[in-house]
């Protein structure tokens, strides 16, 4: 199985639909006024858990995604068609960050749980919208809202119940196709396991846990030695950690030493991730050179205060004995681990609209002047400037927020470019 657990996307939501300037007419009603339909809004871009996906292998392939625009507005005040949610599948475990920010823009962890990541445009509105005592016949309406681009990062951190830790060769991959029916690539050279596998336990007829082989970590691992950030960040989300020496010790080393290490590397990647339950397990017992040091592994757990299991993963000596105490402990500890939040990433809030309306002057290299507002940028992606009236609106708009005054005091002159969005405009007293 290849497994991909990141990577970055492109998204575009749906354009608004136009409005539509239209009157009615009819034989015996003259002067029927406006009658213009609004245009449809565009459609979201919205991931959703799908529990049959357990990589990101699929936007390997795919990697741009857009939604469909709103209908635009018709005659006799026909409203646009709203177009249908683009929606995007990612298996549980997905955080969705923005790729030009860091901030976390959704972390997709329950089966269904959907989160819009891109707002569809909004439709705009026909002339009939546009309708007062005083503007009796306007002869305008709106283009449509532009739906929100993003660049995405999406990282994936499994989430298994229970994670297996160790050094390599230790015997983790064992371990797992013995109590599963994981296949992972045994041998016995260092680093096998390249990627995260995942075994689903059956302790009885119906309850199961799911269990996952982290690839070996190594001293430094925390720093990114090897590929430790890669690999650690898959066991962040586990409930229990079993954590694999070698009692045999075939490679020389000293399991004792082994677990410390190890240890020491979760304790330096995550404080929360050393804190999270361990069990002790010496496999290889079935080889006798594990004897010598079963007596040292047995006292460490004791002061460390966690649980012993002396197992053989090729023979499947005590491994029976290990997952039903496994089972038994995820039955009493039914609480979730505390979703993952990233130092000095900023949540973003999906339901609070931006209320901000600041207005942001700047001067590009070629001394041309740049608005920044959200809310004048949007009116200029909807105005028809073909239109004497849509343009008389927006040169209220203009005045009404002060943009003479502003530009005015940064002195600005006759004939100077000025940048709002896409549109640029010439300035005149």
């Known amino acids: 199985m290849q497994f991909i657990d990141r990577t970055k996307i492109s998204v575009k939501a749906g354009d608004g639909g136009n409005g539509k300037s239209s009157f009615r007419r009819e034989k015996y009603v003259p002067k029927g006024g406006p009658n213009g339909g609004d245009g449809g809004r565009g459609a979201d871009i919205v991931f959703v858990v799908d529990r049959n996906l357990n990589t990101l292998l699929n936007f390997r392939y795919k990697r741009n995604f857009k939604g469909d625009n709103g209908e635009n507005g018709d005659i006799k005040n026909q409203f646009g068609r709203n177009a249908e949610p683009c929606l995007i599948k ?28 891109a707002r569809g445009g909004r439709g705009g509105r026909g002339n009939a919208k546009f309708k007062s005592s005083a503007r009796r016949a306007p002869t305008f309406a709106e283009f449509g809202e532009p739906g929100e681009s993003k660049e995405l990062l999406l990282e994936l951190k499994l989430l298994a119940d229970v994670g297996l830790v160790g050094y390599p060769s230790v015997g983790k991959s064992s371990l797992i196709a013995a109590v599963s029916d994981a296949r992972p690539e045994i041998a016995d050279y260092h680093f096998t396991t390249l990627t995260p596998v995942l075994g689903v336990v059956k302790t009885d007829y119906e309850k199961s846990f799911v269990i996952a082989d982290i690839p070996g970590l190594i001293e430094g691992a925390a720093d990114g030695v090897g ?81 012993f299991f002396a197992i053989s993963a090729v023979t499947h000596t005590g491994c029976e004995e290990l997952m039903n105490f496994v089972g038994t402990w995820l039955d009493e500890h039914q609480e979730e681990p505390e979703p993952i939040t990233i130092e000095g990433v900023k949540t973003f809030n999906l339901n609070e609209e931006d209320t901000a309306d600041t207005i942001e002057i700047k001067r ?18 909807m105005t028809n400037f073909d239109n004497d009236e849509g343009l008389r609106r927006f040169q209220y708009i203009w005045r009404m ?5 502003l530009l005015k005091e940064r002195g600005i002159k006759e004939g100077m470019t000025v940048h709002i969005g896409e549109m640029e405009f010439t300035w005149q007293e």
């Not at 590929?227 to 020389?252: M, N």
């Not at 030493?257 to 017992?285: G, M």
């Not at 959200?374 to 992606?381: D, F, G, H, Q, S």
């Open 227 to 307: 590929l430790g950030h890669d690999f650690l960040r898959h066991i962040e989300r586990t409930k229990l950690i079993l954590h694999l020496v070698d009692a045999a010790g075939i490679e020389g080393r000293d399991p004792v030493e082994d677990f410390h290490k190890i240890n020491a590397e979760l304790q330096k990647y995550s404080a929360k991730l050393s804190e999270r339950t361990q069990v002790l397990i010496a496999n290889k017992v079935d080889i006798p050179s594990a004897a010598e040091n079963l007596p040292k592994l047995e006292k460490l757990a004791e002061d460390e205060g966690i649980k």
């Open 90 to 117: 990612v298996p549980p475990g997905t955080i969705v960050k923005d790729a030009n920010t860091g901030e976390v823009l959704a972390d997709l962890t329950k089966v269904d749980q959907s989160a819009v990541i």
């Open 364 to 381: 590009n290299d070629a001394g041309d002047f740049i608005v920044r507002n959200k809310n004048l940028e949007k009116i200029v992606a």
């Open 401 to 405: 927020k002060g943009i003479d005054s």
